[in-house]
């Protein structure tokens, strides 16, 4: 564990040792920050806050589970390999234990542009756990304890005061102080455990769900969801046939996801098989369909991700396809497969028929049954930009709580509900990322607008994705979370490193400019308009590579591989960034225009009705978020613009019917658009 960050693994000043977590601290002892939840959300939030200087207290259930991979074995991928940067570049977990806990790493979309590539790899489980928990339990300020949270005390001011906890077999129930609670449940709030008709209250697999705690939110008045997720059958590598299965190794190379690390801990490189399903396979899954659970929301169907449907959604969507399954050891040393591909909730003997109709499946053994899992979820509308809840102030939440789907985008919410929970223990402004700063605020952006499936990140989901590329992660990131505090020295120093070295091979890529005859003698065809040209702008010209450049400038030659790929996507796209950059600036000034909390949108002249519902129910922060808000019409957006600008009419009875003609007070282009669309 050397190779991760050694800063945190001195102990704190209180002189908590790691055999000391997972007791019970003091019954009523004050923390600054109490997290719920030992999940990737949980970690990240609390290691945050610590950090931060805070006091934190991380409850879970057990010790043993912290950082648990509930899934699928691997971090990353399309947009989520961007957040792991991200988090990473702000100082957080996820990126270095992945390092460390990983056995196979890809760049995926190598072949196409650099916005939309991202970093990939499969993982030990037990690797990335222990490395979890020996960070965990080593980050100063921090102390991790065992308990079922059940409610949430209030004071006379309608904030958050304290947590209660169930009794135990360590004594009865217990409570602690604090006034910053970060909320992680993950799958947890009333879970139900679906395999076939049987239905199981569990948070996952051999765990309790967290019903009181459910029960408790909604009795303070939060709107709560129903959503679902599934994972496959687990699968003995050794009952599998693999000879003639195609074999994926992985890159040669394999790039780490922290800006702290030149390569991943692990020497060894697993391999992963793919495979697919057969005309046989929809016949067994059709067949059983009538067996498929039922569950409490969608008229028994349960609200599923779109993007990781179960295998029965995938033939009713994609009827007469053939589906790819890949197969996935667990571990070094591990004997288990995770078969992606086959999420599905049917009963164990039909799991069983379906996994034994796809090639090198056909003797597989399978070790513990897939299941579908339901669970509660708050509509994120309540949130404010900070992830603190507009009811309950001093109540922050993150991950799958607020409709979001995988690890990394739980990770990514943890990391900023700790850090503004931090900051509102300090009595600091939030730390709020705009969408054209990070993915991680695109994610929470797109939260806050509501959503009515399980959120997954994707590259397609950034206006601005040219900027907000993986291996720029830290130079957009890290001095931001070293200003409140989140990044230490070593991080910092290293950021500065890798700026100095950006200045100075874009300073001689400048200084080496030419005539085009010259550029045209070493091989490299431009226009003859005698213009001379730097080699940095010589980048955008079609086929002109780095490795070229090299040719004509030997010096080149000489600038590390991470520099000089950063330094080569500037040149190449550096018409479009300026662009973009400039599209960024110009969407801050205007959307992060603030609007007022607690306004009565119905006394706005010009809004119907339902938009006044609407904006009245979310309370939009930023015009930004009420423009990308479901229902509110871009004619509308200029009475909000007044509304920010401190300039709007306010009339008494001023909303209008959505179907009457509401345009008067608009502009003539506006009413023009609407009347094409009637």
């Not at 006034?179 to 679906?194: D, K």
């Not at 053939?322 to 049917?346: C, K, Q």
């Not at 950021?495 to 490299?524: D, F, H, M, N």
């Not at 609007?595 to 009245?616: F, H, K, M, Q, V």
């Amino acid at each position: 564990m050397d190779s991760l960050n050694p800063v945190h693994y001195t102990l704190d000043s209180s002189g908590v040792g790691a055999d000391e977590h997972g007791t019970r601290v003091p019954d009523g002892s004050a923390w600054d920050v109490v997290v719920i939840g030992g999940g990737h959300a949980g970690c990240e939030a609390a290691a945050a806050a610590a950090r931060m200087g805070c006091k934190t207290l991380l409850l879970t259930q057990k010790l043993a589970d912290l950082g648990t991979m509930s899934c699928n074995p691997s971090i990353g991928g399309i947009g989520k390999g961007h957040l792991v940067r991200e988090i990473d570049a702000m100082g957080g977990l996820m990126g270095r234990i992945a390092d460390h806990g990983g056995i196979q790493f890809r760049m995926l979309n190598r072949s196409k542009g650099p916005a939309v590539q991202g970093p990939r790899a499969q993982m030990d489980r037990d690797l990335y756990k222990a490395a979890m928990r020996e960070e965990m339990t080593h980050t100063p300020n921090l102390r991790i304890a065992c308990g079922s949270v059940e409610d949430v005390r209030v004071d006379a001011l309608g904030a958050v005061s304290g947590v209660e906890l169930a009794s135990d077999a360590l004594g009865g129930r217990w409570s602690v102080a604090t006034e910053r609670v970060v909320v992680t449940t993950g799958t947890f709030l009333r879970g139900i455990i679906h395999v076939g008709t049987t239905q199981i209250p569990a948070g996952r697999a051999g765990d309790a769900p967290a019903t009181v705690l459910a029960d408790t939110l909604k009795r303070i008045g939060f709107q709560i969801g129903r959503l679902k997720t599934g994972t496959p059958p687990r699968l003995a590598l050794s009952s599998l046939d693999l000879d003639g299965l195609e074999v994926d190794l992985g890159d040669e190379e394999p790039v780490p996801f922290s800006f702290l690390h030149q390569k991943p801990m692990q020497d060894q490189r697993i391999k992963v098989w793919k495979t697919r399903t057969t005309e046989e396979t929809r016949a067994v899954v059709e067949r059983n369909g009538h067996l498929s659970p039922i569950f409490l929301a969608a008229g028994g169907k349960g609200v599923a991700p779109r993007y990781c449907p179960s295998l029965d959604s995938k033939y009713h969507k994609f009827p007469g396809r053939s589906h790819l399954v890949w197969l996935e050891p667990e571990g070094l040393s591990s004997d288990v497969v995770y078969p992606n591909g086959i999420s599905m909730g049917f009963p164990q003997d039909v799991q069983e028929a379906i996994v034994h109709t796809i090639p090198g499946l056909e003797r597989a053994k399978v070790l513990s049954p897939a299941y579908s899992i339901e669970y509660d979820y708050l509509l994120p509308t309540q949130l404010r930009p900070s992830l603190e809840t507009r009811l309950l102030p001093g109540l922050y939440l993150a991950g799958q709580i607020n409709g979001s789907t995988g690890y990394e985008e739980a990770a990514a919410q943890g990391l900023m509900a700790g850090i503004n929970a931090a900051l509102a223990v300090q009595r600091r402004p939030p730390l709020i990322l705009g969408r054209g700063e990070a993915y991680i605020g695109v994610l929470v952006d797109d939260l806050l607008k509501g959503v009515t499936e399980p959120y997954r990140m994707f590259t397609s989901r950034a206006e601005y994705r040219l900027l907000l590329r993986s291996d720029n992660a830290d130079l957009r990131l890290t001095r931001r979370a070293h200003q409140v505090g989140c990044v230490e020295a070593e991080r910092l120093q290293v950021l500065q490193r890798r700026e100095s070295e950006l200045a100075s091979g874009e300073a001689r890529l400048r200084q080496c400019s030419y005539p085009p005859t010259v550029w045209r003698e070493k091989g490299i065809q431009v226009a003859l308009d005698g213009r001379y040209r730097s080699a940095f702008e010589m980048l955008k010209f079609n086929g002109v590579t780095w490795d070229a450049l090299c040719g004509v400038v030997p010096e080149l030659s000489s600038v590390d591989a991470t520099t000089a790929e950063t330094l080569a996507i500037q040149g190449q796209y550096q018409e479009m960034i300026a662009r973009q950059e400039k599209e960024v600036q110009a969407m801050k000034e205007e959307e992060g225009l603030e609007l007022p909390e607690g306004t009565d949108y119905g006394s706005l002249a010009g809004l119907s009705r339902e938009e006044a519902e609407i904006l009245n129910a979310r309370q939009p922060a930023t015009l930004g978020i009420a423009a990308r808000t479901p229902g509110v019409r871009p004619a509308s957006l200029i009475i909000l613009h007044r509304l920010a600008r401190g300039r709007v009419v306010h009339s008494p009875s001023a909303s209008v019917d959505s179907d009457a003609d509401s345009r008067g007070g608009l502009t003539q282009v506006n009413v023009e658009a609407v009347e094409s669309s009637e």
